[in-house]
């Protein structure tokens, strides 16, 4: 019994902080992930010791792990999967093989390792980036389905199958001359493993989903779901596998069926329950005294290893044809070394490949580079369009974000742009089509494009954000725009660089999050699009319809939601701070609070009036007017003097704002 509830009382801790801990993180707008990891410090070993083993909660952070890979697997399709391949395939190998042989090199020159297999042992460990902590970063910020959310998990994907051989060699490396026959029974079971997986989930997985979906029984369904995930990366990790690729390999089976979408919503709430625990565990590894003690040499590792590997994997993303944006945002999220390499560390330590300090040193490295990921992710597409504007780069780097094909018929005028050809791109395309409206879509997907040729739809292949492929798009040509892209970022910089080359453009724009509305409306959108609440303003029209009240009566109620930006119908999660939301969640912005003197040409007139935007390029998030702060204001909204304005743009625009607001001739020519 005193097992039993010390048992339920490990769990308890372990929840209860990763919540507390979550809640804190995201409270100051950070990743839930940083909490989680903060909050196995706090209860583990090296914190407040209430729980003294990782070991106590390992079993499961290894199911959180196995439902995180197998919900990628549900979502990453198998055509998704065709379509990264090249780079799954040829780009990872030529990843590892680069570090493993640089590492093995540098660390025996500098006798940092004291043989050479000592140093092909470090260069597998460094070899590997985190797939839990990248799926959750690009989770939490809906990137999964983006370009190089995408590029990221295929490298990743590769790397947890390449883990099992890994393991398999690791022994012979005392012994080289078994490691051929060690490699080739790696790469047998792997053959054997995918054999019979293809088959299963071909013939046997489909239907046995079907027999048990028959029964509608949820309890039975999730059941199924479970035993199979597990039971799939059971098998995986018996074979000397990692129990990643099974998890991932049995996603992958019911990706394809009817029931898949059902299955990935039954295993959420477990993923993320368990995950929890698995990113605790990593945060109960971190040792504060080691860190303290060897801070320099900690902090020096960490620098050389995240920037080597993004050096390394960045030449190998654009070798493949991907953009310059894209290699650097998958450079700067695989720069850290993975979970898995503890596993490695440990067996290493065990074989004698690595000694007890160097261990010590590269659990803590290891850990560092993990926290740092989110914050990496998030400031990647930043520091890509700087890169890209600097004068000496920018003739070079063209090549690398310029549109790769282009269809477009001669003449081609009054049509409507569409930004994005996934799901929902594909209905507006159909809707505007049916009714005889002339379209173009821009899209860096190669699947999609290939449906675009197949259907003969005018088509620019690029990334819908870079200037080029815009200009390529002659938007001053277009009659409106339509944002359907899955990634929030490339949204809002998209929304705003159309807006220079077209001002007048009518823009309407997919929300991802609540949060996203305002800020879109504010950067010029005609009209935000949030999904979910769509979907409630459908069901709550046909509800009242039902209930007998006049249809003109219910459109008017709908679109007076619309046009007040849902505010009656969602709820606001504290208070209002276009000044924080715009450092958080623009970063590729910078934001300014200027003052309208007495003799500004400002004064006196509406925002609409006004027209900032189109003159300057700035767009105005907030006035303050005396004690009072006007959050997103209208375009009704009258300037006066003294009013203090939060404008926002690049460094350029807010320095033509500053000359807007001082020179009457300017306002007046304009």
Not at 306 to 314: Q, Y
Not at 467 to 477: I, P, R, S
Not at 488 to 515: F, G, I, M
């Amino acid at each position: 019994m005193a097992v039993g509830q010390n048992f339920i009382l490990d769990l308890t801790t372990v929840l209860g902080a990763s919540a507390v801990g979550g809640y804190i993180a995201n409270r100051l707008r950070q990743p839930v992930l940083l909490g989680y990891l903060a909050s196995g410090l706090v209860v583990g070993p090296f914190g407040f010791r209430l729980l003294r083993e990782v070991d106590q909660i390992k079993p499961f952070a290894e199911i959180g792990v196995a439902f995180l890979l197998f919900a990628l697997g549900v979502e990453f399709s198998l055509a998704e999967l065709k379509r990264v391949k090249n780079i799954a395939l040829n780009g990872s190998l030529l990843q590892m093989g680069l570090t493993i042989s640089l590492v093995a090199l540098l660390s025996t020159l500098v006798g940092w390792v004291d043989t050479p297999s000592q140093g092909i042992f470090l260069g597998a460990v460094l070899s590997l980036s985190s797939t839990a902590v990248v799926l959750k970063t690009l989770t939490e910020r809906g990137e999964t389905n983006t370009v190089h959310g995408q590029v990221m998990l295929a490298i990743l994907i590769a790397q947890d199958l390449a883990l099992g051989l890994m393991l398999a060699i690791l022994p012979t490396l005392k012994n080289p001359a078994n490691i051929g026959l060690a490699l080739l029974t790696a790469l047998l079971k792997v053959l054997v493993f995918l054999t019979v997986a293809f088959v299963a989930g071909r013939w046997l997985v489909p239907q046995v989903m079907k027999r048990i979906a028959e029964t509608e029984n949820s309890e039975l369904f999730l059941l199924t779901v479970i035993a199979l995930c597990l039971g799939v990366a059971f098998i995986t990790a018996q074979l000397g596998l990692s129990i990643e690729m099974g998890a991932f390999v049995a996603g992958l089976m019911i990706s394809e069926i009817d029931y898949a979408d059902q299955a990935l919503a039954k295993v959420l709430p477990l993923r993320d329950t368990f995950a929890s625990m698995f990113f605790a565990s990593i945060g109960m590894l971190i040792d504060p005294n080691i860190l303290i003690q060897n801070f320099g040499i900690i902090l020096g590792l960490v620098v050389v290893v995240m920037i080597g590997k993004a050096a390394i994997v960045l030449p190998i993303v654009l070798k493949f044809g991907y953009s310059f944006k894209t290699a650097v945002i998958a450079s700067l999220g695989l720069n850290q070394i993975g979970e898995f390499s503890f596993v490695l560390a440990l067996v290493g330590r065990q074989q004698g490949l690595i000694a007890q300090e160097q261990y010590l040193l590269l659990l803590g490295t290891t850990a560092i580079t993990l926290l740092f990921t989110p914050v990496c992710l998030r400031f990647s597409p930043v520091l890509a369009n700087k890169i890209i504007n600097i004068p000496f780069l920018a003739s070079y780097l063209r090549q690398f974000r310029d549109t790769k094909d282009l269809s477009i018929p001669e003449g081609f005028r009054d049509y409507v742009v569409v930004a994005g050809y996934g799901r929902v791109g594909q209905v507006v395309v159909n809707i505007l089509q049916n009714q005889g409206h002339k379209v173009l879509v821009i899209d860096s997907s190669e699947a999609a494009i290939k449906r675009l040729r197949t259907e003969n739809i005018p088509y620019i292949f690029g990334d819908a954000d870079s200037e080029l492929v815009l200009e390529k798009a002659h938007l001053d040509k277009a009659k409106a725009l339509a944002i359907a892209l899955p990634d929030p970022a490339s949204t809002r910089l998209l929304l705003k660089r159309a807006l220079e080359l077209a001002p007048d453009l009518d823009v309407v724009a997919r929300s991802h999050q609540n949060k996203e509305i305002d800020i879109l409306t504010q950067l010029g959108a005609k009209e935000v699009v949030q999904p979910e609440f769509e979907a409630a303003l459908e069901i709550g029209s046909h509800l009242l319809g039902t209930l007998g009240e006049r249809p003109s009566i219910i459109y008017s109620l709908m679109e007076g939601m619309r046009s007040n930006r849902y505010q009656n119908i969602r709820v606001q999660s504290g208070t209002l701070n276009p000044e924080l939301d715009i450092a958080l969640n623009v970063p590729e912005l910078q934001q300014q609070w200027m003052a309208l003197a007495s003799d500004s040409p400002l004064v006196g007139m509406t925002l609409a009036t006004a027209d900032i935007r189109k003159v300057t390029g700035v767009t105005v998030m907030a006035i303050q007017k005396g004690d009072e702060i006007l959050h997103y204001p209208s375009a009704k909204t009258v300037l006066q003097v003294g009013d203090r304005l939060l404008a926002v743009g690049e460094p350029d625009e807010l320095a033509a704002f500053q000359v807007l607001i001082q020179n009457q001739e300017t306002i007046k020519e304009n």
